[in-house]
Nanobody, 125 residues
Framework: QVQLVESGGGLVQAGASLRLSCGAS????????MGWFRQAPGKEREFVAV????????SYATSVKGRFTISRDNAKNTVYLQMNSLKPEDTAVYYC??????????????????WGQGTQVTVSS
């Protein structure tokens, strides 16, 4: 079965960096666009970033653009989220998700096929 496993979360101070990883198994990774989403307590899940199956196209939420970078290594079946200049408002559970490749990537969570269990990121002020 398909598994997506996130890692790399933790507790950091504002201004610090973290790198999240998401390892995938049970699917042909290079045929899936990969996204990162997050959900803060009491808030709806929101889109963070997406990368196309080839890695040639990326898109970011306005709130993280210029601070976060999504990348992937298809040889390792892994997608990454490099988070720099973290802010307290970045505190959330971060989820990776996989969507079978189509002409365009998607920022809508309901269009993704598989989800990981999430990793907690907490940024203190």
């Amino acid at each position: 079965q398909v598994q997506l496993v996130e890692s790399g979360g933790g507790l950091v101070q504002a201004g610090a960096s973290l790198r999240l990883s998401c390892g995938a198994s049970g699917l042909t990774f290079s045929r899936y666009a990969m996204g990162w989403f997050r959900q803060a307590p009491g808030k709806e899940r929101e889109f963070v970033a997406v990368i196309s199956w080839s890695g040639g196209s990326t898109s970011y939420a306005t709130s993280v653009k210029g601070r976060f970078t999504i990348s992937r290594d298809n040889a390792k079946n892994t997608v990454y989220l490099q988070m720099n200049s973290l802010k307290p408002e970045d505190t959330a559970v971060y989820y990776c998700a996989a969507r079978a490749a189509r002409l365009f990537t998607s920022t809508r969570g309901d269009e993704y096929d598989y989800w990981g269990q999430g990793t907690q990121v907490t940024v203190s002020s």
